[in-house]
């Protein structure tokens, strides 16, 4: 079955350093990955996604490419802000379309 | 901008009892999701919803749950008998149909104990 490994938190970063969050994914077929992103509070709110190998998916600063090589979609950003502080999950979709696979979800806690 | 709704935001049950928990998804989507997520742990599936019946659904999604679509705005998940091990987040989320590869909106979550 398909699975999503995220690297475990916390991170704690200070304003403007530069963010990885690691994920690795193994699926059968050709999964759409995705990286959303939960505040404090509130649900899941889809930050980036892409759907085949290759593509950058990019949004408010944070962006991931999907390497197919690696089975990886790495989220980064050059330089993260007091209110990036959230927890991201990254995610799996396979062909048909429907239920997403998480990882365990990284917290992320920016500094001023 | 459209958004999924869940009620209650938090509820306390004790073992044993049956709970409803509601979801209002965007209108024009035809896709239901639940998921939920033990504290500290991963957000898992649970059942997926189209065109009144149930698409597919986990292991997790035994005979003490079922999912109906009373109305034409709400999506509800029942625990007919609710044990410890139930105490979670409930998300709720729904899909559109104009591509297989549209994302899936989530709710706020219901946080459920289970006394």
């Known amino acids: 079955g398909n699975s999503v490994t995220q690297m475990e938190g916390p991170v704690t970063l200070s304003e403007e350093a530069f963010l990885t969050i690691n994920c690795t994914y193994t699926a059968t077929g050709y999964p759409s990955l995705f990286w959303y992103v939960q505040y404090p509070g509130e649900g899941l709110q889809l930050l980036l996604k892409?759907?085949?190998?290759?593509d950058k998916g990019s949004n408010k600063g944070f962006e991931a490419t999907y390497r197919k090589e690696t089975t990886s979609f790495h989220l980064e950003k050059g330089s993260v802000q007091v209110s990036d502080s959230a927890v991201y999950f990254c995610?799996?979709?396979?062909?048909?379309?429907?239920?997403?696979?998480f990882g365990g979800g990284t917290r992320l806690m920016v500094k001023p | 901008e459209p958004e999924v709704t869940q009620t209650p935001s938090h509820q306390v049950t004790q073992m044993g009892q049956e709970v409803i928990l509601r979801c209002v998804p965007i209108s024009n989507h035809l896709y239901f999701y639940w998921y939920r997520q033990i504290l500290g742990q991963k957000v898992e599936f649970l059942v997926s919803?189209?065109?009144?019946?149930?698409?597919?659904k986990s292991e997790i999604f035994d005979d003490q749950f079922s999912v109906e679509r009373p109305d034409g705005s709400n999506f509800t998940l029942k625990i007919r008998s609710t044990k410890l091990e139930d105490s979670a987040m409930y998300f709720c989320?729904?899909?559109?149909?104009?591509?297989?590869?549209?994302?899936?909106?989530f709710g706020p979550g219901t946080r459920l104990t289970v006394t």
């Open positions: 892409a759907t085949k190998a290759d």
């Open positions: 919803f189209y065109n009144n019946e149930i698409s597919e």
């Open positions: 989320a729904s899909r559109g149909v104009t591509s297989v590869l549209s994302e899936q909106y």
């Open positions: 995610a799996s979709r396979g062909d048909a379309g429907n239920m997403l696979t």
